[in-house]
């Protein structure tokens, strides 16, 4: 079973930038590039909701809340997906998820606040 540990996360202030990673484990690092991969977040109260997803042939795709703010990347060597989030603002206050084809990570919680 496919193991995904995401780091990266923490308390910032609005404005700042934060980048989560995500490392995927038992699974073959030339086979990674066949998932499709992804970060969802759920704040508190709300569902959760998906933040940015890659497909395998890299068609990427944004909430309209993040657009223009937020980059999703991969590394297939690496076995890791990357969340590039700038200008931060109270409401990206979230666990965010990173997936990997149908597995998923515990989560990881950012906060933005001043």
């Known amino acids: 079973q496919v193991q995904l540990v995401e780091r990266g996360g923490g308390l910032v202030q609005p404005g700042q930038s934060l980048r989560l990673s995500c490392e995927a484990s038992r699974l073959i690092t030339s086979t990674f590039w066949g998932y499709g991969v992804g970060w969802y977040r759920q704040a508190p109260g709300k569902q959760r909701e998906l933040v940015a997803q890659?497909?395998?042939?890299?068609?990427?795709d944004y909430a309209d809340s993040v657009k223009g703010r937020f980059t999703i990347s991969r590394d297939n060597s690496k076995k890791r997906v990357f969340l590039q989030m700038s200008n931060l603002n109270s409401e990206d206050t979230a666990i965010y998820y990173c997936?990997?084809?149908?597995?998923w990570g515990r989560g990881i919680q950012v906060t933005v606040s001043s």
């Open positions: 997936t990997v084809g149908d597995s």
């Open positions: 890659m497909t395998t042939g890299g068609v990427i």
